[in-house]
């Protein structure tokens, strides 16, 4: 096993779209568990800065605060290779890579485009980073595991643990499927994620575990303004009774990447309260 364990406060997390929403709840549970964090913004703004500031007064003791960021637009042509190397840079060996960043489609200007731009965007968004950030985060994992410089001052030794997390975002419909545009655009691209999951873990063992958190209805700035109707659906198709929050999605992913995890890979977990089928 690792001579270090993931949840110690060497640990390096990345979180990918991390200015807001669940990414930020995410980012702000590893740094609460002492994790130095990587965050991620499609750019600069007055948002990001405010969740590093955030994430500091959270670490424990408010001492040896390590936060960083990196910028890119997965909307448009990314240097995969670059933006992991980058994150790299920043702290040394990522533990944990986060694939949180995701298109918004249902408010601002998105919501009224045609299915096939938001299709096409949340691919992009979505996908497509999710599968080429892995791929190039995994790698990463593997060589610090195999060579001498990712070993520097004894942080691992070469074992056949896992000793690199990845954790992506699915959705838990995405299986049985939900009516209508959104329902649709949604089961097709996280329903990928989900897949291609399974086919990472499979590249990647045994050195670097690949899971997938699903959620189910987390009240995110969509669900704070809901309709009365999506807000009585949210709650009765939960066997809670009640919205998901993004602190049960942040506790879900916190635990795929610690060291209690790591007989775990290749796994597609829901955090829905449990699923209530057959509700009208």
């Not at 096993?1 to 549970?29: K, Q």
């Not at 960043?101 to 096939?116: K, M």
């Amino acid at each position: 096993m690792n001579t270090r364990l993931l949840n110690e406060p060497a640990s390096v997390a990345v979180v990918t779209g991390s200015s807001s929403g669940i990414g930020r709840t995410i980012a702000l549970r590893f740094a609460k568990a002492g994790y130095h964090v990587v965050l991620h913004g499609r750019k600069p703004s007055d948002q990001l800065n405010a969740v590093e500031k955030e994430l500091c007064n959270a670490r424990p003791g408010g001492s040896d605060c390590r936060v960083e960021k990196i910028f890119a637009d997965f909307s448009e042509p990314t240097d995969w290779q670059q933006f992991v190397d980058q994150a790299w840079q920043k702290f040394g060996p990522v533990d944990c890579w986060v694939n949180n960043a995701g298109g918004d489609v249902l408010t601002n200007q998105w919501a009224d485009r045609s299915i096939e731009e938001k299709l096409n965007y949340l691919w992009k968004t979505d996908v497509t980073s999710s599968l080429m950030l892995s791929r190039h985060a995994g790698q990463r994992m593997i060589l610090d595991r195999k060579t001498p410089a990712g070993r520097q001052n004894n942080r691992f030794e070469p074992t056949t643990s896992a000793t690199g997390a990845i954790v992506n975002i699915g959705w838990d419909q995405a299986e049985q499927g939900m009516e209508g545009d959104s329902g649709e655009l949604f089961a097709t691209t996280k329903g990928a994620i989900m897949a291609m999951t399974k086919s990472l873990a499979q590249s990647l063992a045994p050195q670097v575990r690949v899971n997938c958190v699903a959620p189910g209805w987390i009240q995110t700035a969509w669900g704070q303004t809901a309709s009365d109707q999506w807000q009585r659906r949210a709650q009765q198709e939960s066997l809670m009774d009640r919205w998901g929050l993004p602190e049960d999605v942040a506790a879900a992913v916190l635990f795929l990447c610690q060291a209690e995890a790591n007989f775990i890979s290749g796994q597609v977990l829901p955090v829905n309260g449990g699923f209530r089928f057959g509700f009208k």
